[in-house]
């Protein structure tokens, strides 16, 4: 079933409107940066290291205190930004919709900006992580068993090749064809009732989609180094000041 526009009421497109600025302004909000600033005498976490907002680079270049409140804090935010759409859709008083099928692209369009607002915050110049915890987060809420086969990609690929970047270019990759997979040979063709229509499977995943392209061009320098044979492992010293 495609999203039929005329089960919209104008106070819809005004929620919908309020809902993804607020996952936008969600996702804005970067750990990474205000944590090692806080705890790290003032450190912008983008001029070290390898220069990322993310967990890895906050590791290796602050520590583990700064570390895990970035992991908490981009975590969360993804969920809270999806559990704060599911309260507006399904017990607010000002919006109509109640379709499942339109509840999970919605929750899909306001996870994509609660991801654009982590890979792009308005409050830190637009310079922002690579939104894996972030886009995980958002995933666990919308589909937990689409977020299990991902970790689980996720974890493999780092046992295997021990590079944090691989392994989360791996998932991202992963994410739209799990989505599909489960959807089409557990939902649609449950007992052959087909509970979901087949465009939802193909649309939904083709949100994922997006999500999973927008991870691997946040990545694309660490690509480069893969195909390189530069990429640092985990517990492999750094020798070169661009890895």
């Not at 919006?95 to 996870?111: D, P, Q, T």
């Not at 409050?123 to 690579?130: A, I, Q, R, V």
Request: a positive charge; glycine letters at 6%; charged letters at 10%.
């Amino acid at each position: 079933m495609l999203i039929e526009l005329n089960l919209l009421s104008l106070t819809d497109f005004f929620y919908l409107i309020l809902i993804m600025i607020i996952s936008y302004l969600l996702g804005s909000v970067s750990f990474s940066i205000i944590s090692t600033k806080i705890l790290s005498n003032n450190l912008d976490i983008r001029n070290v290291g390898s220069g990322n907002a993310g967990l890895t680079n906050v590791l290796r270049s602050a520590g583990k205190l700064p570390a895990i409140i970035t992991f908490l804090g981009d975590f969360l935010k993804g969920i809270i930004a999806i559990a704060l759409t599911y309260l507006i859709l399904k017990n607010g008083k000002f919006i109509s919709i109640k379709n499942f099928e339109i509840i999970y692209y919605i929750a899909c369009v306001s996870g994509l900006f609660c991801l654009i607002g982590h890979l792009y915050p308005c409050f830190f110049n637009f310079k922002g992580g690579k939104g894996v915890l972030t886009s995980s987060a958002i995933v666990l809420m919308i589909n937990w068993r689409v977020f299990l086969c991902i970790v689980l990609v996720f974890i493999i690929v780092l046992v295997i090749f021990k590079i944090v970047s691989l392994a989360s270019i791996s998932a991202a990759i992963s994410l739209p064809v799990t989505n599909f997979v489960i959807l089409l040979f557990d939902d649609y063709n449950l007992s052959n009732k087909h509970y979901i229509s087949f465009n939802f499977v193909i649309i939904s995943s083709l949100l994922f989609l997006i999500y999973s392209l927008m991870v691997i061009y946040a990545h694309r320098t660490n690509i480069k180094r893969i195909i390189l044979g530069t990429e640092r492992k985990i517990g492999q010293e750094r020798n070169n000041k661009n890895l």
